[in-house]
């Protein structure tokens, strides 16, 4: 994993959860149409200002920030997640309050929408919102909410504007809501008469989603919601804002996880089915004691219902296998190994080589000898270990290096003086492609990595590490990808920073794995910290953090051809056991990054639906 390092800038950030639109017109018609007779009111305003969604505070930071620490010796302090009254914060697709009873999400009137009916002509944003032309029946603009999301009695309301023109047409508004699957059940009870409007002014609308069979609360499938003209209108229709308050049986299945008090399901069988490459968790052994793989059983079936590949977080580094010169202790990690393989599950091998202090063993630090002397020993060690664990069958890939390059900018170079390695070995860098050439000459089938974090930012470092790769490639130095840890927060790096680094090891023809995934909720190297901390994991915050991991998987699918990839591996499963909680100094030992798929109790978070979406090719939302 990484250390604190350099301070970066950062945009501005936005919270998300409905879906950008797809293309034409809905399958709103009468033929789906029930006989609810589902409430509608309206009240008109005076003001004729654009109605606002609320843009308060957006609680991840819009200053400044640096990438983040890593690898603590190990993982263990538990994340507390606290129920949250407050109210959305954020002019963003679909944020989220949550009251006693309910939970309020307000709809992105920025984007997403397109026309809907026949002949449409699109819809325009722009300050005020969302408008489109009514130019005949049907017409109008709707917007899809993504699974999993139960609508049945909820409230949508609108905030409406109409022109003078579609006044004077005695045109009405129909506010619509259809489920996008099945037999596309919809509800058309809704009605907001001509009566209602003032050209001009504003115009609250309310629609209560009651289908007659109940079939709103379904997850399997999104939901488009919006509004048509009805009649033989003319003029323009400006959506101004969308609130969706959802009943409270429905409220559960919004973002919640189960530390609050309902238990939300991402509907997700098995993420490592929709995918053709590894998808994997890091886990402990007995270096993790209560969230031991083979001992817990709450990990054991996360692990077992996801994931096709386990990385251990520490028990196959140096110092744990190698503790003094030639004695080898491989029980612990064969457990780990033999467990995995008991139950169909293969080994990405983490680290054979890493300067990181603690896992030094004390004879190589203390190292006396030749440098010559000492690379036969790194050699002996990633020899005896590859070796060993090839027998196994299911170890099958190696992170050979981690973390040789430092965070120099403008420049970046190998660590010198804080590697042992660099040092001991004549003040040389040599001891990496001695490392590869023993691992491949030891196990020619196992996939062999280079492993660094902050190279997701596409910075000096990660400039450094492509003419490495180039040299290797030149002297024929045997290596097949490279290891993006990518430990990120939910503002930074940008998704068009990965991408470019990605592509960079995709153009030398090499293998990308992403090998210690998490996306934490704060980020205390922004310039606005303490003051934007966050300390309640609220549902606002979650979809965000669905939304980021959907990004970022979709990135890696968008940039990394089938061929070239080695997979993604998160850094852990439950929130109750990250390394960030301790490992990051400004955290003051506070449970507050919330990084992972699963909540303190196991129970799915909306970010597992998120990374599942990414596979998935969905929109992000």
């Known amino acids: 994993m990484q250390q604190v390092h350099q301070f970066l800038s950062i945009g501005l950030f936005t919270l998300v959860l409905s879906a950008c639109g797809g293309s034409g017109g809905g399958d709103n018609n009468n033929s789906s149409a029930n006989n609810s007779s589902a409430n509608t009111s309206a009240t008109n305003s005076s003001s004729s200002a654009p109605a606002s969604i609320a843009a308060s505070s957006v609680e991840p930071s819009s200053t400044p920030a640096s990438s983040i620490a890593s690898e603590a010796a190990s993982s263990i302090a538990p994340s507390s997640v606290a129920a949250s009254s407050e109210p959305a914060s954020s002019s963003a697709p679909a944020s989220s309050s949550s009251a006693a009873s309910a939970t309020v999400l307000t709809l992105d009137m920025t984007s997403g929408w397109r026309g809907n009916g026949t002949g449409n002509s ?17 017409i109008g603009a709707v917007t899809d909410m993504l699974k999993p999301i139960q609508l049945e009695d909820a409230i949508i309301t609108m905030v409406v504007n109409v022109s003078s023109e579609f006044k004077a047409s005695g045109a009405s508004l129909q506010p619509i809501v259809q489920i996008k699957g099945g037999s596309y059940p919809g509800e058309w009870g809704c009605w907001a008469g001509n009566e209602l409007f003032t050209a001009g002014e504003d115009a609250t609308i309310s629609c209560t989603v009651t289908e007659g069979d109940k079939k709103f609360n379904q997850t399997e499938f999104d939901v488009q919601v919006g509004v048509q003209a009805k009649g033989t209108p003319t003029g323009v229709v400006t959506i101004k804002s969308v609130t969706v308050t959802l009943a409270p049986a429905a409220s559960s299945s919004s973002a919640q996880s189960s530390s609050t008090g309902s238990v939300y399901s991402a509907n997700v069988t098995r993420l490592q089915a929709l995918a053709a490459f590894p998808i994997g968790a890091a886990v402990t052994n007995n270096d993790g004691p209560s969230f031991n793989i083979v001992t817990n059983t709450s990990e054991q079936a996360v692990v077992e219902k996801h994931f096709g590949e386990m990385t251990a977080g520490n028990i196959m580094k140096m110092s744990y296998l190698q503790p003094s010169n030639g004695n080898f202790t491989f029980t612990n990690a064969d457990t780990f190994v033999d467990y995995a393989k008991d139950n169909n599950i293969n080994v990405h091998g983490h680290a054979l080589v890493w300067h990181s202090d603690y896992q030094v063993p004390n004879f190589m630090k203390n190292w006396s000898g030749s440098a010559a002397d000492f690379i036969a020993e790194v050699e002996d060690h990633v020899t005896q270990v590859v070796t060993h664990f090839k027998a196994k069958g299911n170890v099958v890939s190696w992170d050979v290096v981690n973390e040789a390059i430092n965070d120099g900018s403008p420049v970046a170079n190998f660590r010198t003086t804080d590697s042992t390695f660099y040092v001991k070995s004549g003040n040389s860098s040599i001891y990496i492609e001695k490392a590869f050439q023993a691992a491949r000459a030891a196990d020619p089938s196992a996939i062999l990595y280079y492993n660094d974090y902050n190279i997701d930012q596409n910075n000096a470092k990660t400039t450094k590490m492509i003419e490495m790769l180039t040299d290797f490639q030149t002297r024929s130095i045997p290596i097949d990808g490279v290891g993006f840890q990518m430990h990120v927060f939910m503002d930074y790096p940008s998704i068009a920073s990965i991408s470019a680094a990605m592509k960079k090891v995709v153009d030398k023809g090499l293998k990308v794995k992403i090998t210690e995934l998490d996306v934490a909720v704060n980020n205390p190297y922004s310039g606005g910290w303490p003051g ?55 955290y003051n030992g506070e449970a507050i990054a919330w990084p992972l798929l699963f909540d303190n109790n196991y129970n799915d978070k909306p970010a597992l639906r998120g990374f599942a979406d990414g596979l998935e090719g969905t929109a992000c939302n």
């Open 122 to 138: 699109g819809v325009t944003l722009n300050s005020d919102g969302v408008s489109f032309t009514a130019s005949g029946d049907n």
């Open 532 to 586: 934007n901390k966050i300390t309640s994991f609220t549902n606002t915050v979650a979809l965000a953090q669905k939304k980021r991991y959907c990004e970022i998987v979709k990135a890696y699918m968008d940039t990394v051809p089938a061929a070239q990839r080695g997979g993604i591996s998160v850094w852990g499963t439950t929130d109750a056991n990250t390394w960030l909680t301790t490992a990051t100094a400004a």
